[in-house]
Each structure stands twice: as C-alpha cells, then as structure tokens.
C-alpha cells in the first residue's frame, strides 16, 4: 500500500509560478511511476505529467514548455513545478502512483487546489 500526500496548491495571479509536492510512503518508491493528473470543475481528469520509474517523461501538450515534473527518490517525492500560470490551469491537482507491471494508476492522493487569477 502507498499513501500519498499532495501539497503546495493554492491562489496564484496569471503568469505567477506553484511548486507541487507529492510525498510517498514505502520504500520502493522508485519503482513506481508517478503521474499528476487535474481536474477542473464539471470536467474530466486529465493526465499532465508523469515521471516514470526508468526516467521517462511525458507532459500534455497544454503545459509543455510550462511545467517540469521531478522526483527524488531519496525523499519518496515527485514534484510539479508550474510557471507561466494561466487562469486554464485552475484545477485540483492530484498526484498518482502504479508499479512498472501495471496499465493504471493504482495509488492517489487526495488532491491540491490551484487556482490561477486572471
């Protein structure tokens, strides 16, 4: 099992920058790979970044250029650096976990609110 805490979420102007951490627990984190995902109000969940456990990376074309995802492997955290914040980007941010062997995400955390003023 593998609990994982989101924080750094919160009211940003447009164009403004948020730091998001995910922290895990266990001891294999770096077996896992780690996703962010957000969800905007009457919207679907959509995939934003991932960092998987080989070192791939993968952003959605909406925050490419903006976002940069990283972990640290001795802490058991992912981050999500955000710059160049749009009002769009407003969205509960959550973060996931699944094993190398696994198709979906198996682990989620609770989520962060960021919301970006126009």
């Known amino acids: 099992q593998v609990q994982l805490v989101e924080s750094g979420g919160g009211l940003v102007s447009a164009g403004g920058s948020l730091r998001l951490s995910c922290a895990a627990s266990?001891?294999?984190?770096?077996?896992?790979?780690m996703g962010w995902f957000r969800q905007a109000p009457g919207k679907e969940r959509n995939i934003v970044a991932v960092f998987s456990w080989n070192g791939n990376l993968y952003y959605a074309d909406s925050v490419k250029g903006r976002f940069t995802v990283s972990r640290d492997n001795a802490k058991n955290t992912v981050y999500l650096q955000m710059n160049s914040l749009k009002p769009e980007d407003t969205a509960v941010y959550y973060c996931a976990a699944k094993r190398s062997t696994r198709n979906e995400y198996e682990y989620w955390g609770q989520g962060t609110q960021v919301t970006v003023s126009s």
């Open positions: 266990g001891r294999t984190f770096s077996m896992y790979t």
